[in-house]
């Protein structure tokens, strides 16, 4: 890609950041041209911002002879980028203020041209109403919210609200430009679920299951640079994606259901890939030497004790997933994992799992004939109870799985 780029900077220490990109695209030839606030010339100088790039930073709304600039410099630029993009900043944008260059620039912007945010904050910020309800006004708008990490943020506090490192809002936006080069279908909207449950038996014990998440991971990647948009809801301690989808963790059984429920309701979604490990119990309650205690009253359950776990029956989350929806034609794609199973004793756990769910699609794996260390992965596919096609690899699988839905959502 070569690009004329206009490059702005609000106010954040990750701004430092953002001087690494600015270079990465500098030096790739593209021409860069970038804007900063008075905040971010607080953090990272105006010589640094020129030596970059080779050209003047513009940062006064009422600078002499460059009285028109929030217009020129809009229809210079190939596409614009706000990072790092603070919740002062994306909250004036979205109330349309202009009382400073980059809200200038903003309301003068040419929505036929990219406009992309990387966000920058505080997680307390982040998670704000204002904050939350100025994103999904923007983006309703055109403008393409990246997503945040997750981490330890520079206040000292753990949780979102990360800049993204600069490859990953490098890889963002290039994919876009390349997603662009090859619309041979239109973007999906994707929520993809990985990772296995964890049951809480006490403040530090849990039952869980051996599901990595890595299928999942791998799914997201592959539609994320397909150019959908996808979220991962996985288990807290599951495989992360490389590329910068959004993602929600969960806990235990009742965390991913009650997430489901908000993450569905709330948005439109295509497809639901419902990937993620679910536990069929949870922990009622503990039996210590007779006495009956629930896993939230115990800390820590001590060693010398009589101890019993008495196990409640979870529902099927996937039987509720349409009802979930906000969106109530949302394509379900199920997995069923078996062991050691026979073709006949697989076709029929599939055929179980359709008549209590709604799923349109299942895919039928064998713990036998998963090998992630050789690539293995051998899967049967089923639209209904018809058995479409059988794979043998993990990418095989993901790409079958691809043309089913758009296929679907082409011909409803």
Same mark, same amino acid.
């Given at each position: 890609?070569?690009?004329?780029?206009?490059?702005?900077?609000?106010?954040?220490?990750?701004?430092?950041?953002?001087?690494?990109?600015?270079?990465?695209?500098?030096?790739?030839?593209?021409?860069?041209?970038?804007?900063?606030?008075?905040?971010?010339?607080?953090?990272? $100088?105006?010589? %640094?911002?020129?030596?970059? %790039?080779?050209?003047?930073?513009?940062?006064?709304?009422?600078?002499?002879?460059?009285?028109?600039?929030?217009?020129?410099?809009?229809? *210079?630029?190939?596409?614009?980028?706000?990072? +790092?993009?603070?919740?002062?900043?994306?909250?004036?944008?979205?109330?349309?203020?202009?009382?400073?260059?980059?809200? =200038?620039?903003?309301?003068?912007?040419?929505? %036929?041209?990219?406009?992309?945010?990387?966000?920058?904050?505080?997680?307390?910020?982040?998670?704000?109403?204002?904050?939350?309800?100025?994103?999904?006004?923007?983006?309703? *708008?055109?403008?393409?919210?990246?997503?945040?990490?997750? $981490?330890?943020?520079?206040?000292?506090?753990?949780?979102?609200?990360?800049?993204?490192?600069?490859?990953?809002?490098?890889?963002?936006?290039?994919?876009?430009?390349?997603?662009?080069?090859?619309?041979?279908?239109?973007?999906?909207?994707?929520?993809?679920?990985?990772? $296995?449950?964890?049951? +809480?038996?006490?403040?530090?014990?849990?039952?869980?299951?051996?599901?990595?998440?890595?299928?999942?991971?791998?799914?997201?990647?592959?539609?994320?640079?397909?150019?959908?948009?996808?979220?991962?809801?996985?288990?807290?301690?599951?495989?992360? +994606?490389?590329?910068?989808?959004?993602?929600?963790?969960?806990? =235990?059984?009742?965390?991913?259901?009650?997430?489901?429920?908000?993450?569905?309701?709330?948005?439109?979604?295509?497809?639901?890939?419902?990937?993620?490990?679910?536990?069929?119990?949870?922990?009622?309650?503990?039996?210590?030497?007779?006495?009956?205690? %629930?896993?939230?009253?115990? $800390?820590?359950?001590?060693?010398?004790?009589?101890?019993?776990?008495?196990?409640?029956?979870?529902?099927?989350?996937?039987?509720?997933?349409?009802?979930?929806?906000?969106?109530?034609?949302?394509?379900?794609?199920?997995?069923?994992?078996?062991?050691?199973?026979?073709?006949?004793?697989?076709?029929?756990?599939?055929?179980?799992?359709?008549?209590?769910?709604?799923?349109?699609?299942?895919?039928?794996?064998?713990?036998?004939?998963?090998?992630?260390?050789?690539?293995?992965?051998?899967? =049967?596919?089923?639209?209904?109870?018809?058995?479409?096609?059988?794979?043998?690899?993990?990418?095989?699988?993901?790409?079958?799985?691809?043309?089913?839905?758009?296929?679907?959502?082409?011909?409803?």
């Amino acid at each position: 890609m070569k690009a004329k780029i206009l490059f702005k900077l609000s106010g954040s220490i990750a701004c430092y950041k953002a001087c690494n990109l600015i270079s990465r695209w500098v030096q790739e030839g593209n021409e860069v041209q970038t804007v900063a606030s008075a905040a971010a010339l607080k953090f990272v $100088g105006a010589s %640094t911002l020129e030596g970059l %790039t080779g050209k003047p930073v513009y940062h006064d709304l009422f600078e002499p002879g460059k009285q028109m600039a929030h217009i020129d410099l809009v229809k *210079w630029a190939d596409f614009s980028l706000l990072c +790092p993009a603070t919740a002062n900043t994306l909250n004036k944008l979205a109330h349309g203020l202009g009382d400073d260059l980059l809200g =200038s620039l903003f309301l003068a912007h040419d929505f %036929t041209k990219p406009y992309f945010a990387a966000p920058a904050m505080n997680t307390a910020m982040y998670d704000h109403p204002a904050t939350r309800e100025s994103l999904r006004k923007l983006a309703s *708008w055109g403008v393409h919210i990246l997503p945040t990490g997750k $981490g330890r943020l520079a206040c000292g506090d753990e949780g979102q609200g990360k800049l993204l490192e600069p490859d990953l809002v490098w890889e963002s936006v290039e994919q876009y430009f390349a997603n662009l080069k090859r619309p041979d279908r239109k973007p999906l909207r994707l929520l993809i679920t990985s990772g $296995g449950t964890e049951e +809480p038996i006490d403040g530090v014990r849990s039952i869980t299951n051996s599901s990595s998440g890595q299928t999942g991971a791998r799914f997201a990647d592959y539609f994320f640079n397909r150019g959908d948009e996808v979220t991962l809801l996985k288990a807290e301690r599951a495989i992360a +994606p490389e590329q910068p989808v959004e993602v929600v963790d969960f806990t =235990s059984f009742d965390d991913l259901d009650n997430q489901l429920k908000g993450i569905l309701g709330r948005a439109h979604y295509d497809a639901v890939i419902h990937l993620a490990a679910v536990s069929d119990y949870s922990v009622d309650h503990i039996l210590i030497d007779g006495r009956k205690v %629930t896993p939230t009253a115990v $800390g820590k359950l001590s060693s010398g004790h009589e101890i019993s776990l008495n196990l409640a029956p979870n529902h099927k989350i996937v039987d509720r997933l349409r009802h979930y929806s906000l969106n109530r034609s949302v394509l379900v794609v199920a997995f069923k994992l078996t062991q050691n199973a026979s073709e006949k004793e697989g076709e029929r756990a599939v055929l179980d799992l359709l008549r209590h769910s709604s799923a349109d699609f299942v895919v039928h794996n064998d713990l036998s004939g998963v090998d992630p260390e050789n690539g293995k992965h051998v899967a =049967s596919l089923y639209r209904g109870a018809a058995l479409t096609e059988r794979v043998t690899t993990k990418d095989a699988l993901i790409q079958s799985v691809e043309s089913l839905l758009v296929t679907s959502l082409a011909n409803p």
